[in-house]
């Protein structure tokens, strides 16, 4: 009798063994991480050109999912007259300061806000002339109306979003402060 119990309880495990060994044997699904929710906000009169630039980092990098907010940003927008265009360089927070007096040089204000936002999603300058490049910022003259980044721009900025997380600040925060056009000593030789 005892042995009937054992051969039914050793069956019985085994058939639960068997079942169970298919799922374990499956592929572990990818786990992903939600895109890093960031809000902006402010803008002044520059602030029609917000969910335009929103909307082009958007689709250039999956892993940031900004929106527009009226007041308490992760990123703030305000408006000057002097002392340049600049932004805290972030990991989606900070401050931009858009200078109405650069704008009013005949700078695209979208590919302003767009560069500046750059800055808050951790790009630096490249003073480069290349109209192609975002982050070339006004060295590539008023003339150039382009807005978005280059796909090396924008895999910089989706990979280091990877993870969804918001980094945190260590330190002072530093700022990239534009000088439209870029001065000559910082610009390669045409």
């Known amino acids: 009798m005892l042995r009937r119990i054992l051969a039914a309880a050793t069956g019985v495990a085994l058939s639960a063994l068997a079942l169970a060994a298919p799922a374990a044997a499956a592929e572990p699904a990818q786990i992903q991480a939600a895109p890093r929710s960031i809000t902006v906000s402010g803008g002044g009169e520059y602030a029609s050109y917000v969910p335009q630039a929103i909307q082009i980092w958007n689709s250039r990098v999956p892993n940031i999912r900004m929106s527009q907010v009226s007041s308490g940003g992760d990123i703030r927008i305000s408006v000057t007259s002097g002392g340049g265009s600049r932004a805290s360089i972030g990991h989606g927070s900070g401050w931009i300061i858009l200078d109405r007096q650069q704008i009013n040089q005949g700078y695209s204000p979208l590919r302003v806000v767009a560069h500046e936002m750059g800055h808050s999603l951790g790009l630096r300058d490249n003073y480069n002339r290349d109209c192609n490049i975002l982050m070339s910022g006004g060295s ?51």
């Open 140 to 190: 590539a003259g008023t003339q150039c109306r382009n807005p978005n980044p280059s796909a090396g721009e924008a895999n910089w900025v989706n990979q280091s979003f990877a993870g969804g997380l918001r980094a945190e600040r260590s330190g002072p925060v530093e700022w990239a402060v534009e000088s439209w056009p870029a001065p000559a000593e910082v610009l390669p030789a045409a």
